[in-house]
């Protein structure tokens, strides 16, 4: 599995600590420990990390799960996964409706918190290649499943999102913008103009990646990212 950037909340910090320590081993970034709801928010918002470990009882008022309701509400969402000791009837009514992503008890064990992980990360490939990603030209509304998108070319002040079918749309949009908005598993940038989808390449060499009919530059400055996400030499 690749490298991810983890947020953990934990207000018990040897168990945060301990849980850094065994990520680390794995060559995960812990983008932070977070030990209030405050302090979890604005570390997600500064870091954008690709998956959160929760743990549902926090000191203060808000806990744990009303980080992972924050989580959801956002744009881009993240799977997040509960830690738990004991917990009453009503903690674990609300912890399931928000849907996390796996549950970890304490003690934590880290052959558990690798595979949750993992298990974790996958099901949330398959939910973004099932998504829908809304886009608008200016004058009408498009809702544009995230798995038929071919690649995105910036022209100026525009991007042409290519959609399967020989099908295109003209945004005025900021690239940047439109990546973020994209999951990064899924989607890369090869050059400054272009973001393609790795699902979509039929073929690849040291300078282009082909998408159907498509040749689409790679820039020498992204060359290694992209050998690193593909696997190739």
């Known amino acids: 599995m690749k490298a991810l950037k983890i947020l953990i909340v934990e207000d018990e910090i040897l168990i945060a600590d301990n849980i850094k320590r065994y990520l680390n081993r794995k060559g995960h970034d812990v983008v932070g420990i977070a030990i209030s709801y405050k302090e979890a928010i604005d570390l997600y918002l500064e870091k954008s990390p690709d998956i959160a470990i929760l743990d549902i009882k926090l000191s203060g008022p808000k806990t744990g799960i009303d980080v992972a309701k924050f989580i959801q509400k956002q744009n881009k969402k993240i799977p997040f996964i509960f830690l738990t000791s004991q917990m009453d009837v009503n903690n674990i009514n609300e912890a399931k409706d928000t849907f996390p992503a796996g549950y970890l008890s304490k003690p934590i064990q880290k052959d558990s918190l690798y595979a949750t992980i993992e298990i974790a990360m996958h099901k949330q490939i398959l939910i973004n290649k099932n998504l829908d990603i809304a886009l608008s030209d200016g004058i009408k509304k498009y809702k544009v499943p995230i798995n038929e998108i071919l690649f995105l070319q910036a022209d100026h002040v525009y991007v042409k999102v290519?959609?399967?079918?020989?099908?295109?749309?003209?945004?005025?949009?900021?690239?940047?913008?439109?990546?973020?908005?994209?999951?990064?598993?899924?989607?890369?940038?090869?050059?400054?103009?272009?973001?393609?989808?790795?699902?979509?390449i039929n073929r690849w060499d040291n300078e282009s990646i082909y998408i159907q009919e498509n040749i689409i530059p790679i820039s020498r400055s992204r060359k290694k990212e992209l050998q690193l996400k593909l696997k190739i030499g």
């Open 162 to 200: 290519y959609i399967a079918n020989n099908k295109h749309i003209v945004l005025r949009s900021a690239f940047k913008d439109l990546l973020e908005r994209l999951p990064k598993e899924q989607f890369i940038q090869t050059h400054r103009s272009f973001i393609i989808n790795i699902d979509h």
